[in-house]
């Protein structure tokens, strides 16, 4: 595989952490916390526009492609495979606590936006 590549790919990694290293933790209490979630939902505004308006989990989907793209350059096969379907395992469990606690908080405007837009995977509705 060309040098190339392996920058691209680095470069592409770089650019997904970003946000991650500009990002600041808010203080504020969380509402509802559930043991298997990390932080809880807290007193915030339901999104819909931006990338809410193709997936709900936007971040989700941002890694299933870091996976794709990273895993179908450098894992074999009988690797990749297996990791993709771990991931897609554990994003679904993920993805139904997180939506366990935005429904409370949100209400029917909520349930409206989960049957209008899929989770991390954009148009398979």
């Not at 470069?11 to 600041?24: E, Q």
Request: proline content about 9%; charged content about 20%.
């Amino acid at each position: 595989m060309p040098i190339y590549t392996y920058a691209i790919l680095v470069a592409g990694w770089l650019l997904w952490l970003t946000p991650f290293f500009r990002a600041r933790q808010t203080e504020k209490p969380a509402k509802q916390v559930d043991r298997r979630a990390r932080w809880g939902s807290d007193d915030h505004e339901l999104i819909t526009s931006g990338p809410y308006r193709f997936v709900r989990h936007p971040i989700y989907t941002s890694m299933l492609g870091v996976l794709l793209g990273t895993g179908s350059l450098v894992t074999p096969w009988w690797l990749f495979l297996p990791s993709l379907l771990l991931f897609i395992i554990g994003t679904e469990i993920r993805v139904r606590i997180e939506d366990h606690l935005l429904a409370p908080q949100f209400g029917e405007r909520f349930a409206e936006y989960q049957k209008r837009v899929p989770a991390y995977i954009p148009f398979p509705k």
